[in-house]
Structures are given as C-alpha cells and as structure tokens.
C-alpha cells in the first residue's frame, strides 16, 4: 500500500524544516509541502531546495497574493477590521486563506492530513484547525498534524534533532536576537525576546519596515487614495492593482515613521501577550476610509457599521472566518458602501497619519446646510420646533417627578 500523504504549510524556516522530517518519522507518511505567498517578502526564496533537503517528495508554492488582497484584506478594510481598536489583524486575515490552500492542495494530491507550525498557545491553531475542519466538512475528513504542539521540544532540543537530521539551519549569532515574526503583504506581527517583558520598550532592531522617528525626513509627504464602493483603487490618481497599492503605501508610510503598534492583546486562549505590529499601509487605509465614510454615511449608518465591526474584529481574531454570520455582516458592509466613492488626501510625517481632505460625488456634506455665509439654506425656525418635540419627553418627566430647578 502507498505511503499516506500529508501535505504541510512550508514557510522554509526552522521550525516548519524539522517539521518535515518529523512527520515523516512520527507519521510515516510522505511530506508535500504547501508554501503560500502572502506577500512576506524574500522569504520564499529557495523555499523548494529546502523542502527537498528536508525530504519532501514535492513542493508546491502558490502565489496567492491577489486573492488575500481581494478576498480578505480589503474585506477587512471595509469592515473597519482592527483588533482592540489597533490591531489590522494581518496575520488573522492570512490564517484563514492558507487553510484554505492546505484544504485544496490536499484534495489535489490526494492526502490524508494536513499539517502546520503552530504551537499549543496561539490563536494560530485555532484558526488553522477551525478553517481546515470547516472546510472539509463536506467530504473526507483530514486529519490535523500539528508538529510543535505535538512533540514538545525546547528550543535546544529543536536544533539537536536538526543537526541529527542533517539540516543546515541558518545560524545566528548568539548576541543577536532572534524574534518571532509572522508576515504577510497587511504587516509584520512580531514577538519574543525583550518585547516579553511590557515595561522594556522594543528594541529597535524589532523593527523593520518603518523608521524610527529621528531618521524619517523634515518634509512630510501627502498622498490621495481613490476610492470605489469602499475599495482603494488608485494612488495619486493613478489607478493601482490592490496588491501593489499596499506595497507603495507600506514603503511610504514606513519611510515616515507610520504604522507601529505596541500592544498588550487578549489572546482567544486566555494569555495577555505583548505585541509589536508594523502595518503602514493598513494605518493610512483605514485611517483614509474611515474619513470617507464620515462623509458618505449618514450618522446611523456609521454607527452600526462600528457596531457591527467590533464583533467582525473579533469574529476573524478568533478564527471564525468561515462562518455565516461574517459572511452576512461582510455583506452589510458590501451594501454600507455603496457610495464610498471619492478621494481621501492624507499627509505623512514624523510618525502621524493625517487626513487634511476628504472628496465624493456622493458626499452628504451639504455646503449650503453647513454654511454660515449667505448661501445658508438650512430652516432656522423650523429649529425651534424640532427642540420643541425633542425635548418633550424629559421636560414631561421633569414636571412631574423631578423638578429639576431644585434638585
Ligand atoms: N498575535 C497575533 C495574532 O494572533 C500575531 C501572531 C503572529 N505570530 C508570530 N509568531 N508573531 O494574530
């Protein structure tokens, strides 16, 4: 009988390498390994010679760029979708779309199990094995292998089963620290080393995709987003693909010093943990629609969608994107803005994001209501009426209970 298959998430780091060789061993079941691109970066690079090293019969990099963009990213754009307020939820939005790819490429190769890294005190796992048991709930089931919450190595004994296997690991210095990043094309999720300590203000090596406030230039820069029904779709007035306008706004932004967040965040487990983020482009994206909307929408509108957004914000932190009920809030945001159509001008500098001006052909800011100037065509006596009504209720209750003057 053939070996069963198990396809496994391959980001050709240590930890995902050792990962191979150990399902093999522990399983005994061929390894194909699954490397996504959500925009990491050079991370891939060489990602197949590293697969084969660690004696994966087959190696598939799919390049999924475009539909995290499209499918989860400006999704969750349109919802407002920040964790706790700061959070653009890079890594969360990414989670589901690779489940995904594992669910498909172990239908394609005909696998049994699929396989990722994450440990037993992440919300990873939760998002990882929720996605993937969602997904394949309609057919065969796939059993979930999860090597470093199953085998409980310390990091020393990690890198002696290494050297036994053979593995060339990429050695770092022993002074040099060594963080734990998640990335993807939405920000860098970063944690580790110093930043476990909350007091300790992160290390300036922790970052790298935005600089620090002393070398970002004097002249701050301004830039204007286009949108369409809520989506970004150009930059300058030029119109951009959406993967591309994020990488153009995380370098810009970044050069100015915009899109670090330091957090302590409530895990889904229950543990508080120390986060640092760099998301440039998600800071000026939800900064820019946010604005647009204030325009666009009347008041009852944006308070819902804030409504709304807090529990989709926590919906996709905790792994439930492949649910009903954020497919129907995401269509409540499809429909909120329908008339999110303008531009957002936004000026970059010393580590702020402004907005200094907002445009929309759907725009319900009415020049001649705000206006104090001549042209002003608001009814000032029909004022007097509305208060009159308005205030009934508690006028009413204040006669005849509270007598307000003297209380
Ligand atoms: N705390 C974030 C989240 O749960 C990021 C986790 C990313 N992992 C990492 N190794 N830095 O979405």
């Not at 199990?113 to 440990?119: E, F, L």
């Not at 300058?236 to 970044?254: Q, R, T």
């Not at 967040?261 to 229950?270: C, P, S, W």
């Not at 998600?282 to 604005?291: D, E, G, N, P, Y």
Request: hydrophobic fraction near 40%; charged fraction near 25%.
């Amino acid at each position: 009988m053939a070996r069963e298959k198990c396809v496994l998430a391959y980001s050709g780091g240590m930890d995902s390498t050792i990962s191979a060789v150990w399902i093999r061993e522990r399983y005994d079941m061929n390894v194909v390994t699954l490397s996504v691109d959500l925009g990491a970066g050079p991370e891939l690079i060489g990602v197949k010679e590293r697969a084969a090293q660690a004696g994966a019969v087959e190696s598939l990099v799919w390049d999924v760029k475009d539909e995290f963009v499209n499918e989860y990213i400006f999704p969750g754009l349109k919802a407002g979708a920040m964790y706790e307020g700061v959070y653009a939820l890079s890594t969360a939005l990414g989670r589901p779309l690779m489940a995904k790819k594992l669910v498909e490429a172990a239908r394609q190769v005909g696998a049994s199990a699929v396989a990722h890294g994450c440990t037993g005190k992440g919300n990873d796992q939760v998002r990882f094995d929720s996605g993937i048991m969602t997904l394949s709930a309609h057919g065969d089931p796939l059993r979930i292998i999860a090597p470093a919450r199953e085998w409980g190595m310390t990091r020393d004994e990690e890198k002696l089963y290494a050297a036994k296997a053979g593995l060339e690991l990429r050695e770092v210095g022993s002074d040099q620290r060594v963080y734990s990043i998640d990335r993807n094309l939405w920000g860098q999720a970063i944690e580790g080393e110093d930043l476990e300590d909350t007091w300790v203000e992160p290390p300036e090596d922790a970052y790298s995709w935005t600089k620090p406030i002393a070398d970002t230039p004097d002249e701050a820069v301004e830039v204007t987003i286009g949108f369409e029904r809520g989506v970004p779709v150009s930059i300058d007035g030029k119109a951009v693909s959406g993967v591309k306008l994020i990488e153009v706004l995380n370098a810009m932004a970044g050069e100015h010093g915009v899109g670090r967040i330091d957090h302590i965040e409530n895990r889904l487990v229950g543990i508080k943990s120390r986060e640092v983020y760099e998301t440039p482009a998600a800071i000026v994206l939800h900064t820019a629609i946010r604005a647009l909307e204030t325009a666009t929408m009347s008041r009852e509108q944006q308070r819902v969608k804030a409504n709304l957004s807090a529990i989709y914000s926590d919906m996709v932190y905790d792994g439930r994107w492949f649910t009903e009920l954020r497919t129907n809030i995401a269509a409540f945001m499809d429909s909120a803005h329908e008339f999110s159509t303008g531009d957002v001008r936004l000026r970059l500098h010393k580590g702020s994001c402004m907005v200094v001006g907002r445009r929309s052909p759907y725009s319900l800011y009415d020049f001649d209501l705000a206006t104090y100037s001549t042209t002003d065509s608001f009814d000032h006596e029909s004022a007097t009426g509305f208060i009159d009504i308005y205030s009934l209720s508690a006028r009413t209750q204040a006669r005849i209970q509270t007598n307000r003057e003297t209380r």
